[in-house]
């Protein structure tokens, strides 16, 4: 399954925004470190779902829209020079091992310092702490590649990169993410003349390929309109921004939980349903982000989900099914398992991702649609309804 990382310093919304995503039970509270164990829950990425063009639905989405789960992993807030121990940066770091992707959840108003402590809203630079988690992640491998560097670089130039990539393993980047990241920064391939700018820089691009970020300008609501506009300006950069309110995509999950409102994630608005349940403040509080939502277009929260998942990660949705002709399992359910794949996934690629007897027994697939067969090296497309034919 995929791994969604959340990085942020603390008090920014990141627990906010897990909750938000997850519905798991976490602590929120207004102080510095909060998150002290990472907390693990399932997202889940939005997509239209196939049923929509069948006479029979799949009851397995929500007005049309399937919901794909993903782990979301909630790790100790961030503050400068974690990479050194400062804070609960071990922890932070660690954790973060496990991530495909990255949601850097910004605290866009300005209302607390690096830290995590509250200050006026606008007196912060949200700019400083895109910087600084930046620069902890780079130096974070860096510390991992500098660690006997002098020895590894020697055997490097008979090994090659495997011996860089074994190095790297445990940070899940692939040999193929630094063949790339040296030629994107033109650095020799006779890595043994590498010097510590080289590592630095290296360092730098590694990461950005094998853990892309996406930014989260939370608190969207009580921002100063001049560091939103700071935040949006770091597409320069090659970052993607979205503005988010977690607070508020959390309000209507709850919400939605009670059979107060109509909501699904990812709407740009929502429908209250039973009004005679709710008091005043929350009537109060729900006017309030529906207004939020009219003008940002939505809370922006499965925005970066989404965006994290189809666009950094590039991942398509794809349906296996056992009868091509109606759709359905073994048992008669329609489109029962939908599985996020890599795009250019191959056919016999989703015959692993279902089981891996299935996958070494593949003979040949079929597009349900098409009632087409397709062989083992098909690639796969976004939405498509797959039946895997196995030996096994």
Request: proline fraction near 3%; aromatic fraction near 8%; include cysteine.
């Amino acid at each position: 399954m995929i791994k969604i990382g959340l990085a942020g310093k603390p008090n920014g919304g990141k627990s906010t925004f897990f909750k938000s995503s997850t519905l798991a039970n976490v602590e929120i509270a207004s102080y510095p470190f909060t998150t002290i164990d990472a907390n693990h829950g399932i997202a889940f990425a939005r997509s239209v779902c196939p049923c929509v063009e069948m006479d029979e639905k799949c009851g397995n989405c929500r007005d049309g829209f399937r919901f794909v789960p993903v782990e979301m992993i909630d790790v100790a807030g961030l503050v400068p020079d974690a990479h050194l121990g400062k804070g609960l940066g071990n922890e932070f770091l660690d954790n973060l091992r496990q991530a495909d992707v990255i949601i850097d959840v910004v605290d866009a108003s300005g209302s607390t310092d690096e830290g995590g402590n509250t200050v006026e809203i606008g007196s912060y630079n949200p700019l400083k702490e895109v910087d600084f988690i930046e620069r902890e992640l780079s130096m974070w491998f860096y510390g991992i590649i500098k660690r006997d560097w002098g020895r590894t670089s020697r055997k490097i130039q008979s090994d090659g990169m495997k011996v860089l990539a074994e190095k790297l393993a445990g940070l899940g980047v692939s040999e193929q993410a630094i063949k790339r990241s040296i030629d994107d920064v033109e650095l020799p391939e006779k890595t043994s003349s590498w010097k510590e700018d080289d590592l630095r820089l290296f360092s730098e691009t590694v990461i950005k390929r094998s853990k892309p970020i996406i930014i989260a300008a939370n608190k969207m609501d009580i921002a100063p309109e001049e560091n939103l506009s700071r935040l949006e300006r770091l597409d320069e950069r090659g970052y993607k921004v979205i503005l988010t309110s977690a607070a508020g995509e959390l309000a209507l999950r709850m919400a939605e939980k009670n059979d107060f409102i109509r909501y699904i994630p990812g709407d740009e608005d929502f429908e209250i349903v039973d009004d005679k349940r709710i008091n005043k403040k929350q009537l109060d509080a729900l006017e309030y982000i529906k207004n939020m939502m009219k003008e940002k277009g939505g809370t922006g929260v499965q925005n970066v989900i989404n965006t994290a998942v189809f666009d950094l990660l590039k991942m398509i949705v794809v349906y296996p099914v056992e009868n091509e002709k109606k759709c359905t399992d073994k048992d008669g359910n329609v489109l029962p398992d939908a599985f996020l794949l890599k795009k250019g996934s191959k056919a016999k690629d989703l015959a692993y991702q279902v089981h891996s007897d299935i996958g070494d027994g593949f003979l040949f697939a079929i597009d349900a649609r098409k009632k087409m067969r397709l062989g083992e090296d098909y690639e796969l497309k976004e939405n498509e309804i797959i039946k895997i034919v196995s030996s096994r």
